[in-house]
């Protein structure tokens, strides 16, 4: 089993691919299909895309999360480069964090040459994801899904492209999706306390912005220019999903205002259909355990979470 608690698990991850001899290089939207499945994309992950579900027996939602997003970025940089070399990649993805964090001192001790290349990637994955670490801190809604994670693998797939890459991009991106967000919720006739939660949910996953100093605008007035490729216009499509069905329904202002979105993206009506079953779909499947749709008592569904993630573990460790 992968164990991403334990140092060189994702030696592991390039073991088992192996053994699954899955060589297949995807398109864009196959990968884009196949990553959204695992639920990474709402923040929420459940499962793999290229590893058997036995190997997330056991394993905490953190622990798959790591999992999943070392999966997106290694399927990205195969569609990318169209080659499917482990060491490639572990450099290539090395290069791009030391690249967004060239001023981070204490993130670049991490990165010492000295270390393996598989090693400092688990570093910088044990960084990028949110973890039950300093519980107190912290809004639960944060340490129980990364909703702006998928941003980094979007990013990772333009530094491949070209190297010399500025973070700007991540600044840029993460506002236009906080002002997309915003105006979704506005378009809702009645507010629920799920919205709420959501608009927090993305307000707590800026890593590059600050929620106060993102400008209000109308939906004519939005830009969409800073979208350059289909990956990035499925996942902002979901996003906007995302905000629409926090309540898990569309009234016909939301569906309105969804198609003028599908529209400006100049997305097919067949991939839009997906999407929208998609989401659907996983909301109904995992509901219990997405802490902003048990909103009700969400501070008390994420402790026990928190819980059940801690007996497990006890468990796990008590075999091993």
Not at 15 to 36: C, F, G, M
Not at 140 to 154: G, R
Request: with cysteine; hydrophobic share 40%.
């Amino acid at each position: 089993m992968i164990n991403p608690s334990i140092n060189g698990w994702i030696d592991k991850f390039f073991t088992v691919l192996e053994k699954q001899k899955n060589d297949e290089i995807l398109d864009s939207i196959d990968y884009y299909t196949a990553i959204r499945k695992t639920g990474l994309i709402y923040g929420h992950a459940v499962s793999f895309s290229n590893v058997k579900e036995d190997e997330i027996k056991e394993l905490s939602i953190d622990e798959i999360t790591k999992i999943v997003f070392l999966d997106a970025l290694y399927g990205v940089f195969c569609l990318k480069t169209k080659s499917s070399s482990k060491e490639a990649f572990l450099k290539t993805a090395n290069s791009f964090y030391k690249a967004i964090q060239k001023n981070n001192y204490l993130f670049l001790k991490k990165l010492l040459p000295e270390t393996s290349d598989n090693l400092q990637l688990e570093s910088v994955i044990n960084d990028r994801i949110q973890t039950n670490q300093n519980v107190v801190s912290k809004n639960f809604s944060h340490i129980v899904t990364n909703a702006l994670l998928f941003l980094d693998v979007l990013a990772f797939y333009h530094f491949i492209e070209n190297t010399d890459f500025s973070k700007k991009y991540f600044e840029t991106f993460e506002k236009r999706v906080f002002q997309i967000i915003c105006m979704a919720l506005d378009v809702k006739k009645i507010k629920t306390h799920a919205d709420e939660l959501l608009l927090k949910l993305f307000q707590n996953s800026l890593r590059y912005s600050k929620s106060n100093e993102v400008e209000k605008i109308t939906i004519e007035e939005f830009n969409y220019e800073f979208i350059t490729n289909d990956l990035e216009k499925f996942y902002f499509f979901d996003l906007v999903q995302m905000a629409l069905l926090s309540d898990e329904k569309l009234d016909e202002n939301e569906y309105l205002f969804l198609n003028y979105i599908s529209e400006k993206l100049t997305i097919s009506d067949t991939i839009a259909t997906e999407s929208i079953l998609n989401i659907r779909n996983f909301i109904k499947t995992n509901r219990n355990n997405i802490s902003y749709f048990n909103h009700s008592n969400p501070v008390k569904h994420f402790y026990n979470q928190t819980n059940a993630t801690v007996i497990k573990l006890i468990t796990r460790n008590k075999k091993d």
